[in-house]
Nanobody
Framework: QVQLQESGGGLVQAGGSLRLSCAAS????????MGWFRQAPGQDREFVAAISRYGGNTDYTDSVKGRFTISRDNAKNTGYLQMNSLKPDDTAVYYCAANWGIVSRNLHDYDYWGQGTQVTVSS
């Protein structure tokens, strides 16, 4: 069993930056892959980024490539999403998720989810 807790969301102006954190407890953090998803009001939850167990493989949705960076520190049991050059379209609740080993864009491949953190980007 893994528990995930996001933090770092908030209100930021367009062009600004935020760093989201995902703190994990329970089973060893390094045994699972991690993803970030987001959900805007009235929309489906969508893939943002994912990272393999040891960070050697990453994947991003096209709309965030070059602006967002996913990373992890297994010694601290924490994953991160650095978000730069934020746009109003990035406004959403951001969720971290974990699964046993695959980098996937499909939310149904993830077994564990955090509660989410709100990111609001003003124009």
């Amino acid at each position: 069993q893994v528990q995930l807790q996001e933090s770092g969301g908030g209100l930021v102006q367009a062009g600004g930056s935020l760093r989201l954190s995902c703190a994990a407890s329970g089973r060893s953090f390094g045994t699972y892959a991690m993803g970030w998803f987001r959900q805007a009001p009235g929309q489906d939850r969508e893939f943002v980024a994912a990272i393999s167990r040891y960070g050697g493989n990453t994947d991003y949705t096209d709309s965030v490539k070059g602006r967002f960076t996913i990373s992890r520190d297994n010694a601290k049991n924490t994953g991160y999403l650095q978000m730069n050059s934020l746009k109003p379209d990035d406004t959403a609740v951001y969720y971290c998720a974990a699964n046993w080993g695959i980098v996937s864009r499909n939310l149904h491949d993830y077994d564990y989810w955090g509660q989410g953190t709100q990111v609001t980007v003003s124009s």
